[in-house]
T-cell receptor, first 113, second 118 residues
Framework: KAGVTQTPRYLIKTRGQQVTLSCSPISGHRSVSWYQQTPGQGLQFLFEYFSETQRNKGNFPGRFSGRQFSNSRSEMNVSTLELGDSALYLC????????????FGEGSRLTVL | AQKVTQAQTEISVVEKEDVTLDCVYETRDTTYYLFWYKQPPSGELVFLIRRNSFDEQNEISGRYSWNFQKSTSSFNFTITASQVVDSAVYFC???????????????FGKGTHLIIQP
């Protein structure tokens, strides 16, 4: 079974730009969650999508948004990038019927200059 | 608000030693889930175990064991006869159940960097 695939793996942007990250969940999984990992704040929950609907949201500003497509693939977007947005963005998939076992991708490492 | 504390930032032991990673959590809910994840240098978080709040049985899986004690709000993780391949950052996490099904996003501790020296 293919794992969770995130693209791109690495990217560099400048302040004020926007970025879109993509996540392909494990086949058959309907839930996709996004997490931000930074050295200072650690791992923080961004949002979760299930069947194309945002089901849960963390405490992040509106510059962070996401969506899920009918094939369960998900994208997250960060607009007006700030230096503090530099982080590893992790996507996790699950069946969506809560078992708690999230399968994570290797992440997209974003550097904002 | 929920909170997970991993007081040990970094632990270094020599191979074959036993090591325990501590995790203390805070939650007001009676129904919640606790997890341990391993993050090797590649960055991918690897699921190790899930426990719900109604199941206080300890669990053993090979060299890994977990001790869940609601009385002290702790969910500690022990690696017996550690190996170099166990070197990684280990995260404890908590999720509260939601009345409509599913659960809130995971609240992670800051992680413990475990170094196993040969």
């Amino acid at each position: 079974k293919a794992g969770v695939t995130q693209t791109p793996r690495y990217l560099i942007k400048t302040r004020g730009q926007q970025v879109t990250l993509s996540c392909s969940p494990i086949s058959g999984h309907r839930s996709v969650s996004w997490y931000q990992q930074t050295p200072g704040q650690g791992l923080q929950f961004l949002f979760e999508y299930f069947s194309e609907t945002q089901r849960n949201k963390g405490n992040f500003p509106g510059r962070f948004s996401g969506r899920q497509f009918s094939n369960s693939r998900s994208e997250m977007n960060v607009s007006t990038l700030e230096l503090g947005d530099s982080a590893l963005y992790l996507c996790a998939s699950s069946s969506g019927y809560y078992t708690g076992e999230l399968f994570f991708g290797e992440g997209s490492r974003l550097t904002v200059l | 608000a929920q909170k997970v504390t991993q007081a040990q930032t970094e632990i270094s032991v020599v191979e074959k030693e036993d090591v325990t990673l501590d995790c203390v959590y805070e939650t007001r809910d009676t129904t919640y889930y606790l997890f341990w994840y391993k993050q090797p240098p590649s960055g991918e978080l690897v699921f190790l175990i899930r426990r719900n709040s109604f199941d206080e049985q300890n669990e053993i899986s090979g060299r890994y064991s977990w001790n869940f004690q609601k009385s002290t709000s702790s969910f500690n993780f022990t690696i017996t006869a550690s190996q170099v391949v166990d070197s990684a950052v280990y995260f404890c996490a908590l999720s509260e159940a939601r009345s409509g099904g599913g659960a809130d996003g995971l609240t992670f501790g800051k992680g413990t960097h475990l170094i196993i020296q040969p």
